[in-house]
């Protein structure tokens, strides 16, 4: 990198230790770092020219950068817990509607025998109620593990240590 500008978002008035990361710079770094281990500590080496890497001391680039993935994992902390939030109101729809299926199943069972028409209705309101329940137990069983591991990683790297040469 030949600029310390070259790093941060050009289009961001936030003051230097606010300021975004540029999209390209934060995703070379991120990309870079989602490779290595999941335990491994790891260090952040910019290379800037003698003048620049003066100016990054200055303008206190480690917390600018510390800043930077604080915010990215308490973002994904937040989608974290939104989608939770969303996962607890799938739940509560789709465990009623289970229960009536189930019962619903039962009463038909109990009425209209064993015959192919009742076991097919039957079956038919046991598998509505499970497929009422997909999208809960895909958000509790899959769904968050992406996001747990972009804010792990964002948490990584706002421990990482950074090194200007």
Not at 81 to 107: D, H, K, T, W
Not at 119 to 125: K, N, Q, R, V
Request: net charge neutral; glycine share 4%.
């Amino acid at each position: 990198m030949k600029e310390l500008s070259q790093l941060f978002n050009s289009l961001d008035p936030s003051p230097f230790p606010e300021r975004d990361l540029d999209d390209d710079a934060a995703e070379y770094i991120v990309g870079w770092a989602r490779e290595l281990p999941t335990h491994a500590e790891f260090a952040i080496a910019i290379h800037l020219p003698e003048l620049e890497a003066r100016k990054a001391e200055e303008r206190d680039l480690r917390t600018a950068l510390l800043n930077y993935f604080v915010q990215r994992a308490e973002a994904q902390q937040r989608e974290l817990n939104e989608l939770f939030r969303i996962g607890r109101r799938y739940v509560a729809i789709g465990l009623p509607i289970l229960i009536v299926c189930f019962m619903s199943s039962q009463i038909v069972r109990s009425r209209l025998g064993a015959g192919p028409f009742a076991s097919t209705i039957a079956e038919s309101l046991l598998l509505v109620g499970w497929v009422a329940n997909w999208k809960p137990i895909e958000t509790f069983l899959y769904d968050w593990w992406p996001l747990k591991r972009r804010r792990d990683l964002y948490r990584r790297l706002a421990a990482a240590e950074i090194i200007m040469k």
